[in-house]
C-alpha cells in the first residue's frame, strides 16, 4: 500500500477552513455562469406550456438517460450514501443496492405506460379513466410533499458543503439560501429545457470526478483489491478495530431501539429495502422526466441509458464511501471539529487529490444539488400548476394563454422558501437518511394509484383517493413517530418516546397503500365509465397508439 502521510490525512479532515477556498469559488462560479447562460437560451424557447413542462418532447433517448441518472443521483447518493459507508461500512452499503435494483420498477413497470398515457404529471395517468378533480387534488398533494422532502435533503448537504468550502465567509443559512435561488431561477426563466441540459452536465461531471477519485483510491491501495477489502475489515472507531465488510452496524438483530429494546434492525433493513426499490417508480421529478421524450422507445432507451450510468456510479459509492473509512477513518471526517458524514467524499479528495481536486469535487457536489433541485421544484411547480389549478380549480380551462406556466412559476418561488426555511431547520441529519423517508411516501402513496390505474379495470376514483390519502399520511404520520424525529435523549427533533419502532416506515406504510386503494375500491360502487377506459388506456399504454408528440388535452 502507497503510504499517505498522516499530515496530510489529518490536514485534509481539519475543521472547516477559516478562510475562502479560491479554487472552489472559481469553479463554483464557472458552474453558475455556465448553467445561467443555458438558462438565458432556454428562457427563449420555454414559451409554450410544452416548452416549459416537457421541453417540447424533444429530448433524445441519450439525452433522456443522462438527466435521469443526473436528477437521480443526488446529494444523498454522492455525499450521503458515502457517508453512511464511511461510517457504517456494510449496512450504509446497502442504500446503494436498493437505488440501484429500483430502476428495474421504473423500466419493467413504470416508464413506457407513463410516457404514453400522460401529459406533463403522474396525475395525467391517473385522470386517464378515473374522475379527474379528486385525483389529481390528491395526486397533486403527494407530489408537492415528496418533493419537499427529497429537496429538504440536497439543501441540507449544500449548506453544509459550501460551509466546508467558504469557512468563515458564508454561513450555513445563507448557503442553502443561495442554493434556493439559483434553483428558482433556473425553473422560473428556464423551465424544464434549462433544468434538463443542467442535470445533463451535473451528470458529465460527477461521473468524470467520481471515476478520478475511485482511481486515487484504488492507487492507494496499489491496485489490490485483496489489500483494499482487507483494509475494510480493519477500520479503526474510537481506538476499537471494526470488520467495515460485517452487517449489522445499523440493521444488527442486537440494535437498541429507545423503549422498544433490541431486534428491530432486519425490519427496518426490510422497511428501507421495500421503499427504496418502490419508491423510485412514485418520485415525482423521475416521472416527469419521461414527459420530455417523443416516444415510448425513447423513453424505455432513456432509462437503459440511465440504469448504465447510475449502476456504474453506485459501484463505485465503494471505493469513495470505504476509501473515506480506510485512508481518512471515521474519527478524522470532521467540520467545525465535530463528525460530519456528508462530507466525506469531500474530504476524501482532499486528502487524495489536494486542494484543487477538493475544489472540483466539491463544485461537482454543489452542480448535483443544483441539478436535483431544479428537477423536484419543477415536478412540484407543474403538478400544482397543471393537475390542481387547471383541472381542479378551473375544470381544466387556462383563463389567458400562458396563466397554468404562470402559476408554475409563482409556485417555484413558494416551493423553494418552504425548502429553505426547513433545510435549515435541519441541518444536522444525514441527507442519504431524509432521502430514504422521500421515497417512503412516494412508495406508499403514489406506486400503489399507478400500479393499480393501469392493471385493474375494477380501480375507481374512491381506490384512488383512498389510497394516496392513506399511503401519504400514514407514511408521514409514521416517520413523526418513529426514532427518526422522536428521541428521548433529545438526538431528533423531538425530545420524546418514539410510538414507532422504525426508522423508515415502508414496510407497513406501502401495504397501508394498497390495501386503502384496493378496500375502497371494492366498498364503492362500480364505475362503468373507468371500466370502459381501461381497456383504450392499457392498448394506449403499451402500444402508443394515440400518444401523440404533440400535447393532447
Given at each position: 500500500m502507497s503510504a499517505l502521510p498522516v499530515s496530510i490525512i489529518a490536514q485534509a479532515a481539519a475543521a472547516a477552513p477559516e478562510k475562502m477556498n479560491v479554487a472552489a469559488l472559481v469553479m463554483f462560479l464557472a458552474f453558475v455562469g455556465a448553467t445561467l447562460v443555458i438558462t438565458y437560451f432556454s428562457a427563449r424557447k420555454s414559451t409554450?406550456?410544452?416548452?416549459?413542462?416537457?421541453?417540447?418532447?424533444?429530448?433524445?433517448?441519450?439525452?433522456?438517460?443522462?438527466?435521469?441518472?443526473?436528477?437521480?443521483?443526488?446529494?444523498?447518493?454522492?455525499?450521503?450514501?458515502?457517508?453512511?459507508i464511511a461510517f457504517k461500512g456494510y449496512d450504509g452499503f446497502m442504500y446503494s443496492v436498493g437505488w440501484l435494483v429500483a430502476y428495474l420498477t421504473v423500466l419493467l413497470v413504470v416508464a413506457e405506460p407513463l410516457r404514453n398515457a400522460g401529459k406533463y404529471t403522474m396525475a395525467d395517468v391517473l385522470a386517464y379513466r378515473l374522475r379527474p378533480r379528486p385525483v389529481r387534488a390528491m395526486a397533486s398533494l403527494s407530489t408537492i410533499t415528496v418533493s419537499t422532502f427529497y429537496m429538504i435533503a440536497q439543501m441540507v448537504g449544500a449548506g453544509a458543503l459550501v460551509k466546508l468550502l467558504l469557512g468563515q465567509a458564508v454561513s450555513y443559512e445563507w448557503a442553502v439560501a443561495g442554493v434556493g435561488v439559483l434553483m428558482i431561477v433556473y425553473v422560473v426563466f428556464g423551465g424544464m429545457i434549462a433544468t434538463t441540459w443542467v442535470q445533463i452536465i451535473k451528470a458529465v461531471l460527477l461521473m468524470s470526478g467520481s471515476i478520478f477519485l475511485s482511481v486515487l483510491v484504488l492507487r492507494h491501495f496499489d491496485f489490490s483489491f485483496a489489500k483494499f477489502f482487507d483494509a475494510i475489515a480493519h477500520v479503526s472507531v474510537k481506538g476499537e478495530v471494526k470488520d467495515f465488510l460485517q452487517p449489522g452496524v445499523i440493521y444488527?438483530?442486537?440494535?437498541?431501539?429507545?423503549?422498544?429494546?433490541?431486534?428491530?434492525?432486519?425490519?427496518?433493513?426490510?422497511?428501507?429495502?421495500?421503499?427504496?426499490?418502490?419508491?423510485?417508480?412514485?418520485?415525482?421529478?423521475?416521472?416527469?422526466?419521461?414527459?420530455?421524450?417523443?416516444?415510448?422507445?425513447?423513453?424505455?432507451?432513456?432509462?437503459?441509458?440511465?440504469?448504465?450510468?447510475?449502476?456504474?456510479?453506485?459501484?463505485?459509492?465503494?471505493?469513495?464511501?470505504?476509501?473515506?473509512?480506510?485512508?481518512?477513518?471515521p474519527d478524522n471526517i470532521l467540520v467545525d471539529g465535530k463528525p460530519t458524514d456528508n462530507m466525506s467524499a469531500p474530504?476524501?479528495?482532499?486528502?487524495?487529490?489536494?486542494?484543487?481536486?477538493?475544489?472540483?469535487?466539491?463544485?461537482?457536489?454543489?452542480?448535483?444539488?443544483l441539478a436535483v433541485v431544479a428537477g423536484l421544484t419543477i415536478s412540484a411547480s407543474t403538478s400544482f400548476a397543471h393537475d390542481f389549478f387547471t383541472n381542479v380549480i378551473h375544470h381544466g380551462k387556462e383563463k389567458s394563454p400562458g396563466e397554468e406556466v404562470r402559476v408554475a412559476r409563482i409556485?417555484?418561488?413558494?416551493?423553494?422558501?418552504?425548502?429553505?426555511?426547513?433545510?435549515?431547520?435541519?441541518?444536522?441529519?444525514?441527507?442519504a437518511f431524509l432521502v430514504g423517508l422521500a421515497f417512503a411516501v412516494a412508495a406508499s402513496a403514489n406506486l400503489p394509484v399507478i400500479l393499480l390505474s393501469v392493471f385493474?379495470?375494477?380501480?375507481?376514483?374512491?381506490?384512488?383517493?383512498?389510497?394516496?390519502?392513506?399511503?401519504?399520511?400514514?407514511?408521514?404520520?409514521?416517520?413523526?413517530?418513529?426514532?427518526?424525529?422522536?428521541?428521548?435523549?433529545?438526538?431528533?427533533?423531538?425530545?420524546?418516546?418514539?410510538?414507532?419502532?422504525?426508522?423508515?416506515?415502508?414496510?407497513?406504510?406501502?401495504?397501508?397503500?394498497?390495501?386503502?386503494?384496493?378496500?375502497?375500491?371494492?366498498?364503492?360502487?362500480?364505475?362503468?365509465?373507468?371500466?370502459?377506459?381501461?381497456?383504450?388506456?392499457?392498448?394506449?399504454?403499451?402500444?402508443?397508439?394515440?400518444?401523440?408528440?404533440?400535447?393532447?388535452?
Open positions: 409554450g406550456a410544452a416548452a416549459y413542462f416537457a421541453a417540447g418532447r424533444n429530448i433524445t433517448g441519450w439525452q433522456n438517460g443522462l438527466a435521469v441518472a443526473g436528477d437521480y443521483m443526488s446529494a444523498a447518493s454522492f455525499l450521503g450514501i458515502a457517508g453512511m444488527g438483530s442486537g440494535v437498541e431501539v429507545a423503549g422498544w429494546g433490541k431486534g428491530w434492525g432486519p425490519i427496518d433493513l426490510v422497511s428501507l429495502g421495500l421503499a427504496l426499490v418502490f419508491g423510485t417508480a412514485g418520485l415525482p421529478h423521475i416521472l416527469v422526466r419521461f414527459y420530455t421524450v417523443p416516444d415510448a422507445r425513447t423513453a424505455r432507451v432513456s432509462v437503459v441509458w440511465a440504469m448504465a450510468i447510475i449502476g456504474l456510479f453506485y459501484i463505485m459509492t465503494t471505493f469513495l464511501g470505504f476509501g473515506a473509512a480506510t485512508i481518512l477513518g474530504l476524501l479528495a482532499k486528502a487524495l487529490g489536494g486542494e484543487v481536486f477538493f475544489a472540483f469535487i466539491s463544485a461537482v457536489a454543489f452542480a448535483t444539488i409556485t417555484a418561488f413558494v416551493v423553494g422558501a418552504v425548502s429553505i426555511f426547513l433545510a435549515i431547520k435541519l441541518q444536522t441529519v444525514n441527507v385493474w379495470k375494477r380501480f375507481n376514483t374512491a381506490g384512488a383517493v383512498a389510497g394516496l390519502a392513506v399511503g401519504l399520511v400514514s407514511s408521514i404520520a409514521l416517520i413523526i413517530l418513529s426514532p427518526s424525529v422522536m428521541d428521548p435523549a433529545g438526538k431528533a427533533l423531538i425530545k420524546a418516546q418514539a410510538l414507532f419502532p422504525l426508522k423508515n416506515p415502508g414496510i407497513v406504510s406501502i401495504p397501508l397503500g394498497f390495501i386503502a386503494a384496493w378496500l375502497a375500491t371494492l366498498l364503492t360502487a362500480r364505475d362503468p365509465a373507468a371500466e370502459e377506459k381501461f381497456n383504450e388506456l392499457s392498448v394506449r399504454a403499451q402500444t402508443g397508439l394515440g400518444a401523440e408528440k404533440a400535447t393532447p388535452h
